[in-house]
């Protein structure tokens, strides 16, 4: 069995555009299928509407987390809770094409464990959401070490690596930690549909703060770079060093004050910077530490078979 994993934030208009959508290419293709929308503490009726739908048909698993915790929360719920044999994360606003999931369905067959969805095109975004992107995962393939350009949450996992997954204590970023766990994978590739109903979920200060977190997750680079720069300073300080003690030896005393504020503004600002970094690494050493529960599933409801 397939189980397809879906994330919903205030999506009421799209649980059951996106449910009949793909159920019924599912149904053409015979391919037996379980559904788990994972309502992220959606403000509308998104979690009334998935539990009407999964009294009405058999297939429904609904879960309503007590706030919004976040896409990656949901979908770590959602894999938390599938019990088929291999699972495609999709959204929900139908951006991710459901014939794909066909596609991917028969790579499994061959024997695929991880069937990556990149896409070929960015469909119409806002144009400092597609700058921002482009920034983005130039950044963090280069410090994490795996390319991500055009990587996305939509996926299918074989059942070995949804339990391996779901042995991750860490708050990962799910299009990364499927490259991290290596695994036969393929790719498919496919177009970002227009959004069909409501808005993107994601601010751009959203974006930006998710950027952060998730270059962080993989990558301790920013804090050698406190490491050069410290170093740099050093020879920096040195030659100045070197330089003042001759102007003092030879009596000619410095009339250089100017040159005392730039230095002392410019090691403070350094200083400053390289304290932000480490204390951001804390912080999420801290957030690890507290081990708090990714997410707090407040109602279940579950189609009766
Ligand atoms: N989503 C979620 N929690 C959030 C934000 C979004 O579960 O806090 C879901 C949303 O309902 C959708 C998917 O994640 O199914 C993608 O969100 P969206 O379409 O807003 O993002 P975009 O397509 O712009 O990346
Ligand atoms: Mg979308």
New binding site residues.
């Given amino acids: 069995m397939l189980s397809i994993v879906?994330?919903?934030?205030n999506?009421e208009n799209c649980i059951v555009r996106a449910y009949s959508a793909i159920q019924s290419l599912l149904n053409e293709n015979k391919i037996a299928a379980e559904f788990i929308f994972v309502d992220?503490g959606s403000m509308d009726r998104t979690y009334q509407i998935i539990s009407d739908l999964s009294l009405e048909k058999e297939n429904i698993v609904g879960l309503h987390f007590s706030r919004?915790f976040?896409?990656e929360s949901?979908i770590s719920a959602g894999l938390a809770a599938a019990s088929g044999d291999c699972a495609v994360v999709i959204?929900?606003?139908l951006?991710h094409p459901p014939e794909k999931i066909v596609e991917m369905y028969r790579l499994w067959e061959q024997g695929y464990e991880i069937v990556e969805g990149v896409k070929s095109a960015r469909g119409q975004e806002k144009k400092l959401h597609r700058l921002g992107a482009k920034f983005f995962y130039s950044l963090i393939s280069r410090m994490a070490g795996f390319d991500m350009a055009n990587s996305s949450d939509f996926k299918l996992l074989d059942r070995k690596v949804i339990d391996v997954l779901n042995k991750m204590p860490e708050r990962g970023f799910f299009r990364a930690i499927s490259f991290w766990v290596g695994y036969n994978k393929t790719t498919v590739e496919y177009t970002v549909n227009e959004?069909v109903d409501g808005e993107?979920?994601?601010s751009t200060r959203g974006l930006v703060k998710y950027a952060f977190s998730n270059i962080s997750s993989y990558s301790t680079a920013p804090m050698q770079t406190v490491t050069v720069l410290g170093s740099v300073m050093l020879i920096i300080s040195v030659i100045f060093g070197v330089w003042a003690l001759i102007d003092k030896i030879v009596g000619r005393a410095l009339e250089g004050m100017t040159t005392v504020i730039i230095i002392t503004i410019f090691i403070g600002s350094i200083i400053m910077i390289s304290l932000g970094i480490i204390g951001y690494y804390i912080a999420r050493i801290y957030e690890e530490i507290k081990g708090r529960p990714k997410y707090i599933i407040s109602e279940t409801v579950r189609s009766k078979k």
């Avoid at 879906?6 to 934030?9: E, G, H, M």
């Fill in positions: 879906i994330p919903a934030y999506e992220d919004n976040g896409k949901a959204d929900c606003d951006q959004r993107s979920k994601w």
